[in-house]
């Protein structure tokens, strides 16, 4: 959230291959307005904050680390 609350940064991560991160994220950005709208209702704010979403890729980041890693145990042995 910046510090105004009127925007907000929202991380996903989604698994599958690129073609399904892709149609996630067309889905997410085409749905954010109703979003918007369904935590303005639920939630009392003064102002409902624009929303905008991140493909968060850390979860690949640390899966690939811990790959290589293991095959480094599996090359000592």
Same mark, same amino acid.
């Given at each position: 959230? /910046? *510090?105004?609350l009127r925007h907000a940064k929202v991380f996903v991560s =989604?698994? +599958?291959d690129e073609k399904v991160k892709i149609q996630t994220m067309k889905g997410l950005k085409s749905a954010a307005g @109703? =979003?918007?709208?369904?935590?303005g209702h639920r939630v009392r704010i003064k102002f409902t904050p624009e929303i905008t979403f991140i493909m968060?890729? /850390?979860m690949e980041k640390a899966e690939h680390v811990i790959? =290589? @890693?293991? +095959? @480094?145990?599996?090359? *000592?042995k």
């Amino acid at each position: 959230m /910046s *510090e105004d609350l009127r925007h907000a940064k929202v991380f996903v991560s =989604i698994y +599958g291959d690129e073609k399904v991160k892709i149609q996630t994220m067309k889905g997410l950005k085409s749905a954010a307005g @109703l =979003i918007r709208g369904e935590i303005g209702h639920r939630v009392r704010i003064k102002f409902t904050p624009e929303i905008t979403f991140i493909m968060d890729t /850390s979860m690949e980041k640390a899966e690939h680390v811990i790959s =290589i @890693l293991e +095959g @480094l145990d599996k090359g *000592e042995k």
